[in-house]
C-alpha cells in the first residue's frame, strides 16, 4: 500500500491530481464537450531574461517561478493544461471557474505570490520576473489521445483565442487582458476597476472583440 501510494503521488505530481483522476475514472475515453474558461500566462521579456542568464540558471528560475504558482492556482481550483517554455496554461471548468471569481482572483493571487518572491529572485538571478495573462471562456472538446504517451487534451477555437488575446498586452500595454465574452461573467467586487481596451483585431480571425483589463485597489 506504501508502494502504491508513493506511485500515485509522483505520477500525480507528473500529470497532475485532476488529469490522474479522470485517467482512473474514464471520464475521456470517450471524447465531450464542456465549456472551460482558460488562463494562457507569459513571462515578460523572457528571451532577454533567457539570454542573461544563460541555458542552467534560466531553467533554474523558470522551475521557481512556476512553483510559486501552485498555491494559487490550487486555492482557486484551477488546473495546468500545460507548460510551454515560459508560458502557463490554467483552465477551469466553467462552474468551478466562475465561482467566487477564482480566475480573476488565481491571476491576482499568482501575481500578489510572486511580488512577494521579488527580492529572493534578485538575490538568486538578478532580477524579477513578471508576467502577462489573457483570458477567454468556450467551448472545448476534451478527451484522451496518444498510444505510447496519454494526455487528456482539448481543442477547440477558444484556446486559440486566449493565445491570440495574450499576444496583445504588449500592444496595450497592459498585464491582464480578457474577452467581452468572459468579463460578462465576473461578479462585482469593489475591489476590481473593470477598463475597456476597445476593439481589438485578434491575428488569424476574421471576427473583432472588445478586450478588457482590470485593476485591483489596494
Known amino acids: 500500500s506504501l508502494f502504491?501510494?508513493?506511485?500515485?503521488?509522483?505520477?500525480s505530481q507528473n500529470?497532475?491530481?485532476?488529469?490522474?483522476k479522470n485517467f482512473f475514472t474514464g471520464k475521456y475515453h470517450k471524447p465531450i464537450q464542456e465549456k472551460r474558461i482558460f488562463l494562457?500566462?507569459?513571462?515578460?521579456?523572457?528571451t532577454t531574461i533567457a539570454e542573461h542568464l544563460g541555458h542552467i540558471e534560466y531553467f533554474k528560475m523558470l522551475k521557481a517561478y512556476y512553483a510559486d504558482f501552485t498555491n494559487a492556482i490550487i486555492n482557486h481550483l484551477g488546473s495546468v493544461y500545460q507548460y510551454v517554455g515560459d508560458e502557463i496554461i490554467i483552465s477551469w471548468k466553467y462552474e468551478e471557474g466562475i465561482k467566487n471569481n477564482n480566475w480573476i482572483n488565481c491571476f491576482s493571487a499568482m501575481k500578489q505570490d510572486l511580488h512577494n518572491k521579488a527580492e529572493w529572485y534578485k538575490n538568486n538571478f538578478g532580477l524579477a520576473p513578471t508576467f502577462k495573462s489573457g483570458f477567454h471562456v468556450g467551448e472545448v472538446t476534451t478527451g484522451e489521445i496518444g498510444?505510447?504517451?496519454?494526455?487528456?487534451?482539448?481543442?477547440?477555437?477558444?484556446?486559440?483565442?486566449?493565445?491570440?488575446?495574450?499576444?496583445?498586452?504588449?500592444?496595450y500595454n497592459v498585464d491582464i487582458l480578457i474577452s467581452e465574452k468572459l468579463i460578462k461573467e465576473l461578479k462585482p467586487e469593489e475591489s476590481l476597476k473593470?477598463?475597456?481596451?476597445?476593439?481589438?483585431?485578434?491575428?488569424?480571425?476574421?471576427?473583432k472583440m472588445e478586450l478588457f483589463t482590470v485593476l485591483r485597489n489596494s
Open 4 to 11: 502504491a501510494g508513493l506511485f500515485y503521488s509522483e505520477i
Open 147 to 171: 498510444t505510447l504517451k496519454k494526455e487528456i487534451i482539448f481543442t477547440g477555437d477558444v484556446l486559440n483565442t486566449t493565445a491570440r488575446i495574450q499576444g496583445l498586452c504588449n500592444t
Open 15 to 20: 500529470v497532475g491530481d485532476a488529469v490522474l
Open 40 to 46: 494562457f500566462c507569459d513571462m515578460k521579456s523572457s
Open 194 to 207: 473593470i477598463m475597456s481596451q476597445g476593439i481589438a483585431e485578434l491575428k488569424g480571425k476574421e471576427e
